[in-house]
Nanobody, 125 residues
Framework: QVQLVESGGGLVQAGGSLRLSCAASGRTFSSYAMGWFRQAPGKEREFVAAISWSGVRTYYADSVKGRFTISRDNAKNTVYLQMNSLKPEDTAVYYC??????????????????WGQGTQVTVSS
């Protein structure tokens, strides 16, 4: 079982930036894809971004494409989400996630089975 711990959330003004980090343990991190999701109050958890085990392939929700960047450092067992040009609608709890299997198949939340505790991101207008 993999353990995931997110950090880096906070309060930022619209147009600002934040970088989220997710430290993983308990599984061979470098062999697995990783993902970020978010959940706003009263809404379902939604896919934000994913990255292949090597970091070569990345995937983004249309709502964040061009503003957010997912990356990973396999030597540090850490995945990052750099968020730029933040908007009030980006306000949510952000979750790091590890997939059931090694690869992300493009099926969004269905591919993921392990979750961190989440970190709050609030963007003020």
């Amino acid at each position: 079982q993999v353990q995931l711990v997110e950090s880096g959330g906070g309060l930022v003004q619209a147009g600002g930036s934040l970088r989220l980090s997710c430290a993983a343990s308990g599984r061979t991190f470098s062999s697995y894809a990783m993902g970020w999701f978010r959940q706003a109050p009263g809404k379902e958890r939604e896919f934000v971004a994913a990255i292949s085990w090597s970091g070569v392939r990345t995937y983004y929700a249309d709502s964040v494409k061009g503003r957010f960047t997912i990356s990973r450092d396999n030597a540090k067992n850490t995945v990052y989400l750099q968020m730029n040009s933040l908007k009030p609608e980006d306000t949510a709890v952000y979750y790091c996630a590890a997939p059931h299997f090694q690869y992300y198949s493009g099926n969004g939340i269905a591919d993921f089975g392990s979750w961190g505790q989440g970190t709050q991101v609030t963007v003020s207008s």
